[in-house]
């Protein structure tokens, strides 16, 4: 066969096979497109930017989610081989007929499976994130499936005063079952963005009620707030936090519960307790976890600190026990909920799907799941990012802890043993491990920090997650200063160049050995001591270092908690010159107005020079920066050099 009809196959198998796919792929798309709901329009938007928690098009947590991908795929291809029951999972089957007689104390509570509840609270129902039958996904036909068929049909629950829904992802909002209560003559209480879902499905608008963290309504006698969570949100790759996540609290005049929604473990868990706690019962997620994404959601050991954070009496534990969410054990989470349980002393019960109990006397607790292999705390850590360590009880000092070698990394095993070095500020002691390594890293060998109080156990700041390197993660560089603020207190320095979270912080250890963060909110900072006074410069609040041509570098001067303002911004040019092969169409900006202005062409070996930099409203910089001959204001320049 000749080169030219060879050539003509192979383009034909592979048009023919593009075609297939592209087939398959709207295929996928009409089996998903009701599922996938519907984004909110302008009035609905409107609202949603005007929240506290809008910024940059998307809803975001103060404290961002922090990620491991390659830990991601490491635990997805090691699946516990019990993360599916082997058995029928025992469930109390019912109907409307258990909610006939109102509960004697005043408060009774149906655990339905995951994150499914009846509340009924002081003469008011409600129910929580409502799911029955289907899968945890867009598709009839793949995704995860329930392990079993809804305790209580969804056509024989009790008459509600309202349907909770902490937030948009599948297995919390499913097409089916909001279409099947449309048009039930109750109230639908959502997120921002969530009732366009809502409405596209075919509720009233006039029964969908959007809120905000700590907006109030009230339901009868019961003063519902929506309280604020630690998640994400969408149902589609073009949605991604488009909507917000909540978790709820209800107020009656007898009694308190708390519904977390979904959420990871973050220090505003503490003021839901001080302002709308304590609590009868709370109810706090704690399956579907991994080391490899603490923030996503709690886990059984930080559900209960959770739980001891808002002040309850009674814990409940769910999103469990339904669907294989994490490579984890089917059991595993409630497992560990009843050892770290035990440790604090916590008031658990773990209801049968279908199981209706009253907190105020709950039954004796029954284990009704088998006895199947699951990881412990110790095994399977998962620590949130951005909290402080627990407080009491205080486990033992671990002698093991001591560094006397540098961690090793993904790539490659520390060559040989680390250099020390010690700086001394009062009674404090710091010990910089300076490691080096068989192959070098890609961005150089990491700074181990550890200290010491006087003859206390070394630690690290502020914990071994966070400091030392983890296999499948990345380096740490850190450096001491010292002393600051003239009470023999140490400022430790650390850069994080982990895969996908590049961090800087700046700690400081106080007299006493308590550890506070500053300045960790921004990439490329730096800590220095000014006439005794802490600052912290920031460069490129907006994007990283590497990506772009012009920086804006601000700093900050840390006065007890808060960062004041200290000077003025900055503007540098990170290279003297374009530095990429192809031209690039530059978009002006007038100054005054802020609108676009003329487009501007910058070619290889374009002088490049920053002049001034001011900020918008937003916060954003505009560059006065010269091109070449041109002297032009531009919001930014990036590096986007193509081949």
Not at 355 to 368: I, M, Q, T, V, Y
């Amino acid at each position: 066969m000749s080169g030219r009809p060879m050539r003509t196959v192979i383009v034909r198998v592979f048009a023919g096979a593009a075609i297939v796919f592209l087939l398959v792929c709207a295929g996928l798309l009409v089996a998903a497109w009701e599922a996938l709901g519907k984004g909110p329009d302008a009035a609905r938007r409107a609202v949603m930017e005007a929240s506290p928690q809008w910024g940059d098009g998307v809803f975001e947590n103060p404290e961002p989610l922090w990620n491991d991908f390659l830990g991601m795929i490491r635990t997805g291809m090691n699946v516990s081989p019990v993360a599916n029951p082997s058995q029928d999972v025992p469930v109390v089957t019912g109907d409307r007929s258990r909610f006939a007689k109102p509960p004697g104390s005043g408060l009774r509570i149906t655990w339905l499976g995951h994150s499914t509840q009846i509340i009924e609270i002081d003469g008011v129902t409600v129910i929580t994130d409502p799911i029955f039958g289907g899968r945890a996904a867009p598709f009839t036909f793949a995704g995860p499936a329930p392990w079993y068929a809804p305790p209580i049909p969804l056509s024989e629950l009790p008459p509600l005063d309202a349907v909770l829904i902490s937030h948009d992802h599948y297995d919390h909002l499913q097409v089916e079952t909001i279409q099947e209560m449309a048009t039930w003559d109750t109230r639908f209480v959502v997120p921002l963005g969530v009732g366009a879902h809502l409405a596209y499905w075919g509720v009233p608008d006039d029964r969908i009620t959007e809120v905000d963290w700590w907006d109030t309504l009230q339901l009868g006698d019961v003063e519902l707030v929506a309280v604020p969570a630690r998640h994400a949100s969408g149902r589609q790759v073009f949605d991604q936090n488009r909507t917000l996540w909540t978790g709820y609290a209800l107020r009656g005049p007898q009694h308190r519960v708390l519904f977390s929604g979904d959420t990871g473990l973050f220090p505003g868990l503490t003021e839901i307790g001080e302002r709308l706690g304590p609590f009868d019962v709370t109810m706090f997620e704690v399956g579907a976890y991994d080391r490899a994404w603490p923030d996503w959601h709690l886990g059984p050991e930080q559900a209960v600190r959770a739980h001891r954070m808002t002040k309850g009496r009674l814990f409940l534990p769910i999103h469990w026990g339904m669907w294989n969410l994490a490579s984890h054990g089917w059991t595993e989470p409630v497992e560990r909920v009843l050892v770290e349980a035990e440790r604090w002393d916590v008031l658990t019960y773990v209801p049968r799907p279908g199981e209706s109990f009253e907190p105020d006397g709950p039954p004796a607790l029954n284990r009704w799941w088998p006895d199947v292999p699951w990881q412990t705390a110790e095994e399977h850590p998962v620590v949130a990012t951005r909290v402080p360590p627990d407080g009491e009880p205080t486990p033992a000092p671990d002698p093991n802890l001591r560094p006397e070698r540098c961690p090793p990394l993904r790539w490659t095993a520390p060559d040989v043993a680390p250099e020390e070095q010690a700086v001394q500020v009062g009674a404090l002691t710091a010990t910089l491990l300076l490691c080096a390594y068989e192959e070098q890293p890609p961005n150089g060998p990491p700074t181990v920090i550890w200290w010491s109080l006087g003859d206390q156990q070394q630690r690290t700041v502020p914990d071994d997650n966070w400091i030392e390197p983890r296999p499948f993660v990345g380096p740490t560089f850190a450096r001491v200063l010292g002393p600051f603020d003239g009470q023999h207190s140490l400022v430790l320095e650390r850069h994080d160049y982990g895969w996908g979270h590049p961090r800087d912080e700046v700690h400081v250890v106080d007299p006493q050995g308590a550890v506070s963060r500053v300045c960790e909110e921004v990439t490329g900072v730096r800590a220095s001591l000014v006439d005794g006074a802490l600052l912290c410069e920031e460069t490129d609040p907006n994007g990283f270092v590497d990506s772009d041509l012009l920086v804006m570098r601000r700093t900050w001067r840390v006065e007890g908690a808060e960062l004041v303002h200290y000077g003025a911004p900055r503007a540098e040019a990170e290279h003297d010159q374009w530095p990429c092969d192809a031209d690039a169409r530059v978009q002006t900006v007038d100054p005054a107005t802020l609108a676009a202005g003329p487009e501007i062409v910058v070619t290889k070996g374009t002088r490049v020079a920053a002049l001034a930099v001011r900020e918008d409203a937003g916060g954003a910089p505009l560059f006065l920066a010269r091109l070449g001959g041109q002297e032009v204001w531009i919001r930014g320049l990036r590096q986007t050099c193509v081949d």
